[in-house]
């Protein structure tokens, strides 16, 4: 069966620090990947898609960039974290060539101070 | 770009009472997501269902595509039941990204 995990679970951060997250699916083989961003009170919305190993398309413009350096790997960074970033990470897999049916991660919550 | 808008914003009910939940989109549908957004912010995923209705226990999704609406039945709720219900609108064309437009979710709060 396919995991999706995510870490860190929670992060709190300084304004000006960097930042990485990760994302992990295990067994998928050449999934598409997304990440998803939710500020506190906001509407969910993509940031970033990958169709493939070193692929990454941005979606939305937030000062952050993302990597795929493995098939099951999506990372999410950036150097410098603005109190603007500060919210829910949510990343997700899906195999366009069944549906565009998407699965989710468990998210990690990060705050800016 | 796509718009979904969601209906209502919030609903209180009491235990026992049905619930309806709307999903307007404002583009032509490929797919349609319901979810639970849990108080931590996961999403549970209730139905895929890009037309036509599905149920799952007390739950029924049905999507109309040429009305261009989705709905999200609840029956006999529960106090468990509340939390946050979005919508997600899949892509209206052919393409790599399969972007997911959510709305901004009904807040239900089921009362004993």
């Known amino acids: 069966a396919q995991t999706i995990h995510q870490w860190p679970v929670a992060e709190i951060k300084a304004v000006g620090s960097p930042l990485s997250l990760g994302c992990t699916i295990k067994?998928?083989?050449?999934?598409?990947l997304y990440w998803y961003w939710q500020a506190t009170g906001g509407t969910l919305q993509q940031l970033f898609y990958?169709?493939?190993?070193?692929?990454v398309e941005s979606v939305v413009q937030l000062n952050l960039s993302a990597s795929r350096p493995k098939d099951d790997q999506f990372i999410l960074s950036t150097e410098k974290l603005l109190l603007s970033h500060s919210g829910f990470y949510l990343c997700?897999?899906?195999?366009?060539?069944?549906?565009?049916?998407?699965?989710f991660g468990p998210g990690t919550r990060l705050t800016v101070l | 770009g796509q718009q979904v808008q969601q209906s209502p914003a919030s609903l209180v009910l009491q235990e026992g009472e049905n619930a309806e939940l709307q999903c307007n989109f404002s583009?032509?549908?490929?797919?349609m997501q319901w979810f639970y957004q849990r108080p931590g912010g996961s999403l549970v995923s209730l139905f895929y269902?890009?037309?036509g209705t599905k149920h799952s226990g007390r739950l029924t999704s049905t999507t109309v595509i040429k009305e261009r609406r989705s709905s999200l039945h609840i029956s006999s709720s529960q106090t468990t039941d509340s939390g946050t219900y979005l919508c997600?609108?899949?892509?209206?064309?052919?393409?790599?990204?399969?972007?997911?437009?959510f709305g901004k979710g009904t807040k239900l709060s089921v009362k004993s």
């Open positions: 997700a897999w899906s195999l366009l060539r069944q549906n565009y049916e998407q699965y």
């Open positions: 067994g998928k083989s050449s999934p598409n």
């Open positions: 990958s169709i493939t190993v070193g692929q």
């Open positions: 583009t032509s549908l490929n797919s």
């Open positions: 269902n890009p037309s």
């Open positions: 997600a609108l899949g892509p209206n064309s052919g393409g790599s990204n399969a972007k997911l437009t």
